[in-house]
Each structure stands twice: as structure tokens, then as C-alpha cells.
T-cell receptor, first 113, second 120 residues
Framework: QQQVKQSPQSLIVQKGGISIINCAYE??????FPWYQQFPGKGPALLIA?????SEKKEGRFTISFNKSAKQFSLHIMDSQPGDSATYFC????????????FGTGTRLTIIP | GAGVSQSPRYKVAKRGQDVALRCDPI?????LFWYQQALGQGPEFLTY????????KSGLPSDRFFAERPEGSVSTLKIQRTQQEDSAVYLC??????????????????FGPGTRLTVT
């Protein structure tokens, strides 16, 4: 089964700090790597996504770092705010497939004042 | 604008009952996906439609699960003879076009709020 492994399971970061969540994948056919944010009772919402032809993508306070040779990618949230407290999922999909997303198991992020 | 809507938001079913979950995708979106999210887990793929064609149903856990999208817009996920292990949040997502049709531009999947199914 195709898998995406995500860590840590939960994370507590002080306000203003940097939150870092890591993911690793096995299937080299994956070529699209999005991160989703989910609040309780809501569906996942896309935060930022990256293709393997770049090693880093930044949008505001959110940055994806991608290491193709290690088959790893990570999400960095700079200047973390209490409003960032949510569950974050990494995911992967293949452009030659049906674009179905394979999700990691999620990281519950809590930002404390 | 309107996003993906799902109904009902909550459903309690007794074991053995049939249930039907509805998804209204964003108007004009070609691709529609169903995912199952168990408590504390990431969503898992169930099935995929491109317009009215069901192109992949490899994630459906058993033949008790059936999905349709007869007119290429609204979709229904039906679960027959529900079991306790079917308890989960069922998420629907839609995207404007498929990657291949877009010629390389991958379009975002927009998720609905989900239907929380509890089987007692």
C-alpha cells in the first residue's frame, strides 16, 4: 500500500516560534505534495503545495522544503500564531494516476501564548 | 461563492441500516472524490469520478459501499447494511479539471465539511 509517513503526531509550539512537521514517502511516482490544514468539524483546506522540480516553496509564513533524493518533505510555519492551532496533513498524488490524494496520519499543532 | 456542500452533516444509523450521503460539488467541477476519515486519522481515498464516469473505486472497503454521480454533478455515497466499523467522517472533494486534461496543471481539491456517520 502506498504510504506517506508523518511526524510528529502532536506538537506544541510557543507563539512566535517555528513549527516544523515532517513527512516521508516511498512511491517515487508521486509528483505533487500538498499540505492541508483541518479545523475541528471542517474539511481539510489546502495550505501550500509543491512539485518535485523545486526544493522549496514559500507562501507567507508557510514554507515547504522538499528533498527528492531522501523522499522527504516538511512544512515550516514561521511566527506561529494561536490561530494556527489545527491538525495538519501532508499528502501526495501522482499526475499519471487519478490525482487521488494519499494522506499522512496528521499532526495536531497547538500554539501556546 | 458556494463551496462543496455535504448532507446530512451528521447521521446516526443502527447496525444493518442503509444510509445515503450526498455531495454537491462546486459548480462546473469535473472531478469528484470521496474519502473516509476515521477518528484521529488522515482521509483515505474511496472512489473517484470524472464527470459521470466512475474511474476508480479501488478504495471502497467492501461491496456494501456504492457511489454514483449520474448527471456529472451531485454524487451519492450509499452504504448498505452498515457496520460499526463504517463509523467515520465521509469527505467529498471536487476539482475543476483532472491533471491530464489540464495538460500538466494540477488543480486543487476543495473539500466539503464531511458527514459524520455513527453506527450504533
Amino acid at each position: 500500500q502506498q504510504q506517506v509517513k508523518q511526524s510528529p503526531q502532536s506538537l506544541i509550539v510557543q507563539k512566535g516560534g517555528i513549527s516544523i512537521i515532517n513527512c516521508a514517502y516511498e512511491n517515487t511516482a508521486f509528483d505533487y505534495f500538498p499540505w492541508y490544514q483541518q479545523f475541528p468539524g471542517k474539511g481539510p483546506a489546502l495550505l501550500i503545495a509543491i512539485r518535485p522540480d523545486v526544493s522549496e516553496k514559500k507562501e507567507g509564513r508557510f514554507t515547504i522544503s522538499f528533498n527528492k533524493s531522501a523522499k522527504q518533505f516538511s512544512l515550516h510555519i514561521m511566527d506561529s500564531q494561536p490561530g494556527d492551532s489545527a491538525t495538519y496533513f501532508c499528502a501526495a498524488s501522482m499526475s499519471r494516476g487519478n490525482e487521488k490524494l494519499t494522506f499522512g496520519t496528521g499532526t495536531r499543532l497547538t500554539i501556546i501564548p | 461563492g458556494a463551496g462543496v456542500s455535504q448532507s446530512p452533516r451528521y447521521k446516526v444509523a443502527k447496525r444493518g441500516q442503509d444510509v445515503a450521503l450526498r455531495c454537491d460539488p462546486i459548480s462546473g467541477h469535473v472531478s469528484l472524490f470521496w474519502y473516509q476519515q476515521a477518528l484521529g486519522q488522515g482521509p483515505e481515498f474511496l472512489t473517484y469520478f470524472q464527470n459521470e464516469a466512475q474511474l476508480d473505486k479501488s478504495g471502497l472497503p467492501s461491496d456494501r459501499f456504492f457511489a454514483e454521480r449520474p448527471e456529472g454533478s451531485v454524487s451519492t455515497l450509499k452504504i448498505q447494511r452498515t457496520q460499526q466499523e463504517d463509523s467515520a467522517v465521509y469527505l467529498c472533494a471536487s476539482s475543476l479539471v483532472s491533471f491530464r486534461l489540464a495538460g500538466g496543471s494540477l488543480y486543487e481539491q476543495y473539500f466539503g465539511p464531511g458527514t459524520r456517520l455513527t453506527v450504533t
